[in-house]
């Protein structure tokens, strides 16, 4: 288990993916936030790498609350209605994630939330 913390969010969208084994709730439907995410125990790297984060409707919600975070609606994908501001990057990057890491495709590193704590 690797604790995560989002620092960019291109899009969110329903996870449509079959193949994948969910530890946390599998019964639960996953939506799937790509972006940038920071691993706190890789000390190997300070960069936000693009990876995919599958995630509850809930833990979504304690990630972005109190954030001022608008998303809006387009072919099926939710976006940040605009650019995160810093402040805004800051509040979110703050929420640690308890993340499963599921493998990688390509240079694209996946997650499952397990646990969200602020």
Not at 39 to 60: G, I, P
Request: glycine share 6%.
């Amino acid at each position: 288990m690797a604790e995560i913390h989002i620092t960019g969010i291109q899009y969110i969208e329903i996870n449509n993916q079959e193949d994948l084994e969910f530890k946390y709730k599998p019964d639960v439907p996953k939506l799937k936030l790509v972006g940038n995410i920071i691993v706190a125990e890789d000390e190997e790297s300070d960069d936000d790498d693009q990876s995919v984060v599958f995630l509850t409707q809930k833990q979504l919600n304690q990630v972005l609350s109190n954030k001022d975070v608008e998303l809006k609606l387009v072919d099926d994908r939710w976006y940040p209605a605009k650019p995160l501001s810093k402040e805004q990057v800051k509040k979110v990057g703050l929420v640690g994630i308890d993340a499963e890491y599921l493998g990688a495709a390509g240079d694209i590193k996946c997650y499952e939330a397990v646990k969200i704590s602020e």
